[in-house]
């Protein structure tokens, strides 16, 4: 198959979705891979490097996309690229068509067989593709929180492992899922005083195991909530309830219980936030200060660090970019569950259920089209 890695064209989206060891791992398949020149550059990885895997370095996005049968992409196609995708091309790409009806109606017209990595999910819920982003967000929510807890950073000057003699800093994180996990194992690896809440019993039960005893967890509840944030220095929001808005945990009379100068990361608000005070940043912005606390509410973490979470999307995707170029798309979502809650279009139809109903268009089943 003749694979195309287009390089990204959204605003401050710096990842590239191949890396060369995937891009050489394809190719040692018997596949061809075109790497538009310049792909890689966000995330440090030269055209030099593409080459040396393998692939073909491509000098115009147009030809990437006129010759690849499967585009594999970071994110959504933008208006500028609705008229290269071809008839019949696979797109393997983060999609969230729920947001994006213009898109949605471009590709069920290309008739393009769109794969969401954002909906690929495995036969016990987990969501392969999103983890790794989710567990970048988390370790680096710690680090961000560090860097703005210091004087210079208008923070409260506190070091998370103390000093000898003098108390940690204490981190408070809201959830102990894919995010809040992460979260907790830098801030220990800090030395920091950690507290991890979660409704959730056997999340709990498993931070407790995995970190023995050396983070203390607590059953979420408002009362667990208020004692917990009122003394923390860096609070991280890391909750999600699927399909649904962020709860609410930290209202603003709570937020203005903290010490001044103490830093809030809710990671969470992509969902909209868990803290009443939060709002959407920038990495060009990422801060901002509500009653002497410090806010920092970037949507897209992972997008900081893009070479760490070029490396992480790239393995993430490579298993299931292999099965379908070595398969073929049809043959692909029929072996593999998984690709096939991931196929979002098709043959000029919409075929996953929420998207289709986000769009407000007929939902085919998956066996109808393939
Ligand atoms: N800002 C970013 O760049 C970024 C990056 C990755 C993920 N996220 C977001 O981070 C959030 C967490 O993602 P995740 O992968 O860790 O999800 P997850 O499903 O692995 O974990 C969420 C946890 O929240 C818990 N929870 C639900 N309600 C709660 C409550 N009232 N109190 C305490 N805990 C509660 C759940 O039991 C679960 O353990 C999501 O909103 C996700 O979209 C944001």
């Known amino acids: 198959m003749i694979v195309g890695v287009p390089k990204e064209i959204k605003k401050d989206e710096h990842r590239a979705a191949l890396s060369p060891g995937a891009v050489e791992a394809l190719v040692s398949a018997g596949h061809t891979v075109l790497v538009e020149k310049g792909a890689g550059l966000g995330a440090g990885i030269a055209d030099r490097e593409y080459r040396e895997a393998g692939g073909r370095v491509t000098p115009a996005a147009a030809e990437v996309w006129r010759r690849s049968q499967m585009g594999v992409k970071v994110k959504e ?3 500028a690229e609705y008229a290269l995708m071809r ?4 797109l393997f790409a983060f999609l969230h068509l729920a947001a994006a009806q213009p898109l949605a109606r471009v590709l069920v017209r290309k008739r393009v067989r769109a794969i969401a990595f954002e909906t690929v999910r495995t036969a ?3 969501l392969p593709l999103l ?23 208008g923070g409260r000057g506190v070091l998370l492992s103390g000093a000898p003699g003098v108390a940690r800093g204490s981190v408070v994180i809201l959830g102990a899922g894919m995010v809040g996990k992460n979260a907790a194992k830098i801030a220990v690896g800090l030395n920091a005083d950690v507290t991890v809440l979660d409704v959730n019993h056997s999340r709990l039960e498993y931070v407790d195991d995995i970190f023995g005893g050396r983070v203390k967890t607590l059953a979420s509840t408002r009362f667990s909530i208020r004692e917990a944030v009122r003394e923390a220095d860096i609070l991280i929001g890391a909750v999600l309830v699927p399909g649904a808005r962020a709860p609410r945990l930290v209202p603003r009379a709570l937020v203005r219980r903290m ?3 103490s830093v809030i990361v809710d990671v969470a608000v992509d ?19 509500v009653d002497g606390v410090i806010h920092y509410g970037v949507a897209n973490m992972p997008g900081g660090v893009p070479r760490t979470s070029t490396f992480a999307l790239s393995n993430a995707i490579l298993p299931y970019a292999l099965e379908l ?3 073929g798309v049809v043959e692909a979502v029929r072996a593999f569950p998984e690709l096939a809650e991931g196929l979002n279009a098709a043959e000029g139809r919409i075929t996953h259920p929420a998207v289709a109903e986000a769009v407000g268009m007929k939902c085919a089943r998956v066996e109808e089209v393939f």
């Open 259 to 261: 010490n001044p100068g």
């Open 124 to 126: 016990n819920g987990a």
């Open 325 to 327: 170029a070595n398969l």
């Open 77 to 79: 196609p933008l208006k």
């Open 87 to 90: 008839e019949g091309q696979t």
């Open 271 to 289: 969902q909209g936030g868990c803290v009443e005070t939060i709002r959407p940043t920038y990495h060009s912005r990422p801060t901002y200060v």
């Open 131 to 153: 983890q790794p982003m989710s567990e970048i967000a988390g370790r680096m929510a710690v680090q961000e929180g560090a860097k703005y807890l210091e004087k210079s950073m």
